[in-house]
């Protein structure tokens, strides 16, 4: 399995705030996802990409700008936060087959 | 609009039962399914279902694509407090691995 790992784990910040969360993994594998969970929702889609010069929109990506620094990099930023990106983010790898590996996860609360 | 819809959104049941979770989809391209166990905070890949393996068993644990009804099911037998999760249901629509998750079903194991 892919190692990913995500930091901060936690973060608290207030509306208008710029915030950075950031994902790095281990396994060489190309493809990364950025994702949010709110409860009953399931996961979304925020941006997904392929390599670093391959930056893609998903479902819900107003609000959110993404970096692919190295292959091993993928960060989400939040330029001016609001309340309701209060949400769970998760970062995901993939390999060429169909499935995503999921990395901790990142809990953002914004007042 | 595509769509992934999970039923029941939670259930309780006790240790030795057998588990049935739905999962129906309506995607304008299908290639996959997957389902994922939730239980503190990433979600764990499960399975993989596609046109070409409609059944895979591991363990307890079970399921089966039924590619004319647009569903798959997840079995889990003689359950365990282990059980205990948020399972997710997802359909990889592209070659670019964009995943369209269900909400989840909460599956709660008493002893």
């Known amino acids: 399995d892919a190692d990913v790992t995500q930091t901060p784990r936690n973060r608290i910040t207030k509306t208008g705030k710029r915030i950075m969360l950031e994902c790095s993994q281990t396994?060489?594998?190309?493809?990364m996802y950025w994702y949010r969970q709110d409860p009953g929702l399931g996961l979304r889609l925020i941006y997904y990409s392929f390599d670093v010069k391959d930056i893609n929109k998903g479902e819900i990506s107003d609000g959110y700008s993404v970096s692919r620094q190295a292959q091993a990099k993928f960060s989400l930023s939040l330029e001016s936060a609001i309340p309701n990106q209060t949400a769970l983010y998760f970062c995901a790898t993939r390999t060429q087959g169909d499935e995503q590996f999921f990395g901790p996860g990142t809990r953002l609360t914004v007042l | 609009e595509d769509k992934v819809v999970q039923s029941p959104l939670s259930l309780v049941v006790h240790e030795g039962d057998t588990v049935t979770l739905n999962c129906s989809y309506e995607?304008?391209?299908?290639?996959?399914l997957l389902w994922y166990k939730q239980e503190k905070k990433a979600p764990t890949f499960l399975f993989m279902l596609?046109?070409?393996?409609i059944e895979k068993k591991s363990g307890r644990l079970s399921s089966i694509l039924d590619k004319k009804e647009l569903s798959s099911i997840l079995n889990i037998t003689a359950t365990q407090t282990g059980d205990s999760a948020i399972y997710l249901c997802?359909?990889?629509?592209?070659?670019?691995?964009?995943?369209?998750f269900g909400a989840g079903t909460q599956v709660v194991v008493t002893p």
């Open positions: 596609t046109s070409s393996g």
């Open positions: 997802a359909v990889c629509k592209d070659s670019w691995g964009k995943l369209q």
């Open positions: 995607v304008t391209n299908f290639r996959s």
């Open positions: 396994k060489g594998h190309d493809r």
